[in-house]
């Protein structure tokens, strides 16, 4: 079935340091990607997401490109702030059927001043 | 409206009681979703509703869960016989129209003593 693997954590970064959380995915199809994010204590918002290949998702400053040949979806900022600390998940969907999202384990991000 | 609501936040409960979730989806969506996140991990998908009718259960929904979804509004997840092993964050999402961007709420966090 449909699986999705994020990077393990704890990601520690100081301040305006180069963030990349690894994701890579297996499916079939051509499924919808998406980065969640969770800040302690809230609950999952979505963070951006990409619905065919190559198409870049952002917001925020995050950024995630959908690379159907390397099955990957990697999420990037290029300076973080310590308000992004959270949890970040990587998740699919297939665009037929119950749109369930499958998730990776999560990848818990601490970024210090 | 102002998103996806689950009531209780928290709830704690002795083993072998039973207990029950409510979640009130936003309101123009048909879709409704359960799932449930155990710590370290990403959310597992347990049941999907569109509109009133429950089209998926997964298999980790044991026949202690039954979930309902009266006139296609709010929902309810309900455990019998709680164990210990039901101890876990049980996540709310809903969607509507094209879109399967899912939106969540803040979640019911059930600890089983």
């Known amino acids: 079935g449909d699986s999705v693997t994020q990077m393990e954590g704890p990601v520690t970064l100081s301040e305006e340091a180069f963030l990349t959380i690894n994701c890579t995915y297996t499916?079939?199809?051509?499924?919808?990607l998406f980065w969640y994010v969770q800040y302690p204590g809230e609950g999952l918002q979505l963070l951006l997401k990409?619905?065919?290949a190559d198409d870049k998702g952002s917001n925020k400053g995050f950024e995630a490109t959908y690379r159907k040949e390397t099955t990957s979806f990697h999420l990037e900022k290029g300076s973080v702030q310590v308000s992004d600390s959270a949890v970040y998940f990587c998740?699919?969907?297939?665009?037929?059927?119950?749109?369930?999202?499958?998730w990776g384990a999560g990848t818990k991000l601490i970024i210090k001043p | 409206d102002t998103g996806v609501s689950q009531d209780p936040r928290h709830k704690i409960t002795k083993r072998g009681q039973n207990v029950t979730f409510r979640c009130d989806p936003i309101?123009?969506?048909?879709?409704l979703y359960w799932y449930r996140q155990t710590l370290g991990q990403g959310p597992e998908f347990l049941t999907y509703f569109q509109n009133e009718a429950q089209l998926e259960k997964s298999r980790l929904l044991s026949d202690r869960f039954s979930a309902e979804r009266p006139k296609g509004s709010f929902s309810t997840l309900e455990i019998q016989r709680t164990e210990q092993g039901d101890s876990a964050m049980y996540l709310c999402?809903?969607?509507?129209?094209?879109?399967?961007?899912?939106?969540f709420g803040p979640g019911t966090r059930l600890t089983v003593l």
């Open positions: 499916a079939t199809g051509y499924p919808s």
């Open positions: 999402a809903s969607s509507g129209g094209h879109n399967n961007e899912q939106f």
């Open positions: 998740a699919l969907t297939q665009p037929e059927g119950n749109y369930q999202l499958i």
């Open positions: 309101s123009e969506h048909n879709r």
């Open positions: 990409a619905t065919k």
